[in-house]
């Protein structure tokens, strides 16, 4: 009993002291606590008064340096404005400077302009007494001869006529006589030049097309079976072929170039071929049409191009390109036009006249030809039309249109067009005309026009197409002269050959000549 007592105390003295143990650690863990948050915060409030401090400072240094760059905008600004109160005050004393020289000058002005109006009426009061005196003048002179100032003056004017007359006319005569000998030298200088310039050989194209052969025996093929095949040929294109004994050759005869080169073409491929019969000769003859309008239109937009005549429609031009197959007297058309278009923009440019009307008259002058063995009319004629019709310029169809004088000239371009013409075509040896030929020709014009009595001299130009015939005026009156024509005409279609027309002009003239010794 007395042991569980004891440990009863024992466990008794046991939990007190563990309260008492505990007790006192949470008053000491307490304590430590207290205590280290009271040092804690000593050093929170340190840190705090440092950063006040450094606050401070860093703000007293701001401002300082505030207050520094203030005092430099300050100063900058106050020299600046010294400156500019300085420029401003220049700038015044120099208004005020001018504005007195203005006043000056002003006053001066002003006193010019009084001068000058003193003057005029000085002047004004001379021109009154003097046409005073002229008049008196004119009044005593009426009144002592007897006649109005009207009178006298027509009198004086007959008198002055009268004996200078002959002075005058020769004057004139002179004038006259030396305006046309320069004009005539700057025209054949002019023309000379444009020539020399263009110098083209000139190729002459016939009615026929030769074929070169390897063997006879193609002959036969061509001919076919009872002449089908080249029926067929000739209905297909429009020639004649000719077949002889010539070795190895045949001929395409058409007077239509175009045709015969269709032909060509169509029957070298028969030939390369081999099989020549209808079916074939029909797919190859359209092959060569096709073939022909693919160099129309080559050659077209080469003349075009070659002779700077640019923005044409593009029909046009492939109605130009047909001329490549045309002939006129034996001279390729394209050909010939390209060389006058070259030759009028060379007399253009030396008269000073539009270049590209005149290049444009020249090459489409003839363009008509494409087409006169289709449509009805004159190439001329065909020309305006296919012009007007695809919006041709208005100025190039009055140059082209003049060239055989079926229209007048209307500007100085269509006279240029109608020259170039001429050169192209009159040279000897530009169309199937040999020289000897041509000169003969030209000597048989003049022989007939100088039979007829009353003729002073003749000149066959334009290459035989013109005779200028002189008669002398004593012999034969204006009206003679016109029957003279007619007769020269007729006597010229009875004995000559030639193509296309001559005009005849007769010309009569009277000349008063004296000599001054």
Do not use: C
């Not at 949470?26 to 915060?41: D, E, F, N, P, S």
């Not at 600046?80 to 401003?88: F, G, M, T, V």
């Not at 190039?396 to 003049?402: D, E, G, L, S, T």
């Amino acid at each position: 009993m007395s042991e569980q007592i004891a440990m009863v105390f024992s466990l008794t003295i046991l939990l007190v002291t563990i309260a008492l143990t505990g007790s006192i650690g949470l008053v000491g863990g307490y304590m430590l606590r207290w205590i280290i948050a009271l040092g804690k915060k000593g050093s929170i409030e340190l840190e705090v008064k440092q950063m006040e401090v450094e606050a401070k400072e860093t703000a007293k240094k701001i401002t300082l340096d505030a207050e520094g760059q203030a005092a430099e905008i300050l100063k900058t600004v106050r020299e600046e404005s010294k400156d500019k109160e300085e420029k401003i005050k220049k700038t015044e004393d120099r208004l005020i400077k001018k504005e007195e020289l203005l006043d000056h000058r002003q006053t001066d002005i002003d006193k010019e302009v009084e001068l000058i109006k003193q003057r005029i009426e000085e002047i004004k009061a001379i021109k009154e007494r003097a046409d005073k005196l002229e008049l008196d003048k004119k009044t005593e002179l009426s009144r002592i001869a007897g006649l109005s100032t009207e009178e006298a003056k027509n009198e004086l004017i007959r008198t002055v006529e009268k004996e200078n007359e002959e002075d005058i006319l020769i004057r004139l005569k002179k004038l006259e006589m030396n305006g046309e000998e320069k004009l005539e030298t700057k025209a054949r200088e002019i023309l000379a030049t444009s020539i020399q310039r263009l110098a083209n050989a000139v190729t002459a194209d016939v009615f026929t097309t030769h074929i070169v052969i390897e063997s006879n025996e193609i002959k036969g093929k061509i001919i076919g079976k009872e002449g089908r095949n080249i029926k067929a040929f000739e209905r297909e294109t429009g020639v004649e072929i000719i077949v002889d004994d010539t070795p190895g050759s045949i001929t395409i005869s058409s007077f239509d170039p175009i045709r015969r080169q269709v032909a060509r073409v169509a029957l070298e491929a028969l030939i390369a071929d081999g099989r020549i019969q209808p079916a074939k000769i029909e797919k190859e003859v359209e092959n060569a049409k096709n073939e022909i309008n693919k160099i129309i239109k080559e050659k077209g937009e080469q003349a075009v191009y070659e002779t700077g005549v640019l923005n044409l429609d593009p029909r046009v031009v492939s109605i130009l390109g047909r001329l490549y197959f045309r002939t006129s007297y034996g001279q390729n058309v394209l050909q010939h036009s390209v060389e006058m278009a070259h030759l009028a923009g060379m007399i253009a440019e030396e008269l000073g006249a539009n270049v590209l009307v005149a290049k444009a008259g020249a090459l489409l002058h003839d363009i008509g030809k494409a087409l006169d063995h289709e449509v009805q009319g004159s190439h001329v004629e065909i020309g305006r039309r296919i012009l007007q019709k695809f919006g041709t310029s208005e100025e190039v169809i009055k140059a082209m249109q003049a060239h055989h004088e079926e229209y007048p000239y209307e500007t100085v371009e269509s006279i240029i067009v109608q020259t170039a013409d001429a050169i192209s075509g009159g040279r000897p040896g530009a169309r199937s005309d040999s020289v000897e030929n041509y000169l003969k020709r030209l000597g048989d014009l003049e022989a007939i026009a100088n039979g007829f009595p009353g003729i002073e001299k003749s000149y066959a130009l334009q290459a035989g197409r013109e005779i200028r015939v002189f008669v002398r005026p004593s012999e034969i009156s204006d009206l003679q002269a016109h029957d003279l024509a007619r007769e020269i005409a007729l006597k010229i279609e009875h004995d000559l050959k030639y193509p296309g027309e001559i005009k005849v002009t007769v010309i009569r003239e009277n000349r008063a000549i004296e000599f001054a010794r």
